[in-house]
């Protein structure tokens, strides 16, 4: 696993520009049954992908954290909202709510996530895969190609499966 993270940034960057030219004819015409082609790819994935064996995500990325994350972690570490903020957040250049280092704080040293429970919406929902409306999120899945095994894998079957 630890080769497939190394040479996943390399592998994406080689495919950058020919995902970036299907998902712009995806946008364009996505097919009416993308939605469930895309929930069959990602379930196909996932039942062989571990991402207890990677955490690539959690080491080397963080979370949006919305306010609502805010209110579930910090009660969750019994903390004021505040309090929570001002030791494990920053305010990004986009002014969202970011971890102030990476890899993440709750990530333990066998991957496992300490607040799994209330973790982040984002971090909940990642690799946005299985989104619906998932071709309006193109910008976000070529990044996450880069640093997710089964966000590449499920681009490149995607390709084969909807060819444009």
């Known amino acids: 696993m630890e080769q497939v993270i190394k040479n996943l940034p390399k592998l994406a960057k080689d495919k950058h520009n020919e995902n970036k030219k299907y998902f712009d004819k995806l946008k364009k015409k996505a097919p009416k049954n993308i939605d469930y082609i895309m929930q069959e790819l990602h379930d196909q994935e996932f039942k062989r992908t571990d991402c207890l064996k990677c955490a690539n995500c959690c080491k080397t990325t963080g979370p949006l954290f919305t306010l609502a994350d805010i209110e579930r972690i910090s009660k969750h570490l019994r903390q004021k909202p ?62 996450n190609v880069a640093i997710c ?3 590449y894998n499920i681009v490149e079957e995607m390709k084969k499966r909807m060819p444009l």
């Open 149 to 151: 095994p089964a966000a």
């Open 82 to 143: 505040q309090q929570f903020i001002d030791q494990y957040l920053r305010v990004d250049e986009e002014n969202d709510y970011v971890l102030q280092s990476v890899p993440c704080t709750f990530l333990d040293t066998e991957n496992y996530c300490m607040i799994y429970d209330v973790r982040p919406k984002a971090c909940r929902e990642y690799p946005h895969t299985d989104r619906k409306k998932f071709q309006q999120i193109s910008n976000l899945t070529l990044q």
